[in-house]
Structures are given as C-alpha cells and as structure tokens.
C-alpha cells in the first residue's frame, strides 16, 4: 500500500480567519483536499450543501452517534458538528492530505485516534479585532456573536496542545506560515523547529 496522507487540523475562534486562509492554501496545493463536516446549523447564505458542510437533521447525526460513524463530533454554539470517519479514512488512505476547520474538542478526539495528526491554531491578534471581524462578517446575529466571543476565550485556554499558532493580524503573512507548514510536512512529512510553537511539548 502506498503513503498515507497526512491529517492537518486547524481549530481556532469562530472569527479568527480560519475559512479565509485554508480558501486560499487549497488554491496551492492540488494533494490537499478540504474535509468537508457534518452540521445541524442552517446554511449561511453564502454556502452550498456538500462544499461548505453537509447539512443534516439532528436526528440523523444523533443516528451517526448511535452508528459510532463519527472519527470525531462535538456540540459548539449550541449546534452539532461532525467529521465521518468514512469520509477521512478513505482520503487519507489514497494518499490525499487532509485540512479539517474543528473545533478544540474535536481536535482532541482525533489526535488521540490518529496522533500524527498535525494541530494547528489560528488566533486574531485580539479579543476586539476578533469581535470587528465578526460584525463585519455579518453572518451572526449580535446574540451569537456574543456567545461565540464567550467561547472563544475557553478555546484560546488550549492552545498550548497545538504543535504551531498562527496569529492572524495580516492575512497574507498568516497565508504564508500555513504554506510552510504544510510545505514541510510535503517535503519530509517531519516536523520543522523554526516556527513551531515554544510550549509545544
Ligand atoms: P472563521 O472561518 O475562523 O470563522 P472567517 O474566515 O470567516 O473566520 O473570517 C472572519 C472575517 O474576518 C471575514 O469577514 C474575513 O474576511 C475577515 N478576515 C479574515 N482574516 C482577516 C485579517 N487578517 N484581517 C482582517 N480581516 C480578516
Ligand atoms: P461555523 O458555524 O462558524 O461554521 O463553525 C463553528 C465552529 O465549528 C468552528 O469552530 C469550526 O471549527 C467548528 N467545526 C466545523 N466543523 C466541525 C466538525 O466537523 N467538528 C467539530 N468538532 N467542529 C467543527
């Protein structure tokens, strides 16, 4: 059998810039594909079934529970999200490269069943910046911005489970760190030193 893909994982808050960048480095690398997740939420207006998320009931993922189908799942702001573990394994097992957007409690599921997964966190600069981009955004109703910066500052207090942060003030240095992380792991699929998070055991 040939060469597994490897798994990125990119967490960060909602807002942080996380869609943006990864919009972006799938344009860079074509053995990259997006795993795209499992929602209860309701489309955005901007996004399509089957290339943003697959938007499904809650008593069909509370099935995929039950199924034990899930590689990972979690409950964030109230709603269901959900990465199959089908749809990951059969990437991962042609030989594709796999970038997921999860959050931190689906990080960590996945890190404990595929541990060479590498976890990568994306940041705003500040609190402030992340509540203009929110606004400016205008997907969210003030409510749930509001419960999404609550939420952020819980997810901000795990970062230092990540094996690299990347603060996005500017977008397109931000593009970059992530292309040489992943170049890297392209290269010789081991891990590099120079921007690698210091708390990083
Ligand atoms: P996430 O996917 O993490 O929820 P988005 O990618 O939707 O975040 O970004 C949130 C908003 O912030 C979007 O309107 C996006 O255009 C904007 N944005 C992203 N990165 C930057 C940046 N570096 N500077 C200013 N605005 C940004
Ligand atoms: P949004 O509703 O803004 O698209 O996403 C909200 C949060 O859900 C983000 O933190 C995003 O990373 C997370 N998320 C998206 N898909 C999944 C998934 O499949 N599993 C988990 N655990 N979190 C997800």
């Not at 967490?11 to 810039?17: I, K």
């Not at 952020?152 to 992380?181: P, T």
Request: charged residues 25%; glycine residues 8%; contains cysteine.
């Amino acid at each position: 059998m040939g060469k597994k893909g490897t798994i990125f994982i990119v967490s960060g808050p909602s807002g942080a810039g996380k869609s943006t960048i990864l919009n972006e480095i799938l344009k860079t690398f074509p053995n990259l594909v997006y795993s795209v997740s499992y929602t209860t939420r309701s489309p955005r207006s901007n996004e399509r079934n089957g290339v943003h998320y697959h938007f499904i009931s809650k008593d069909i993922f509370l099935e995929k529970i039950t199924g034990g189908e899930w590689a990972e799942w979690a409950e964030v702001h109230g709603q269901f999200y959900g990465t199959l573990a089908g749809d990951l394994n059969r990437a991962i097992d042609t030989g594709l490269d796999v970038i997921l957007d999860i959050d931190v409690k689906g990080a960590k599921q996945l890190k404990t069943s595929y541990p060479e997964a590498v976890l990568i966190f994306i940041t705003p600069p500040s609190m402030e910046k992340l509540r203009e981009r929110l606004i400016k955004r205008g997907t969210d109703t003030p409510e749930e911005i509001e419960r999404r910066l609550i939420n952020a500052q819980k997810e901000m207090s795990v970062i230092d489970k990540y094996h690299y942060v990347i603060i996005n003030d500017r977008l397109d240095q931000a593009i970059s760190e992530l292309k040489r992380i992943i170049e890297r792991y392209h290269a010789d699929k081991k891990v590099g030193t120079s921007i690698r998070h210091p708390s990083c055991a």
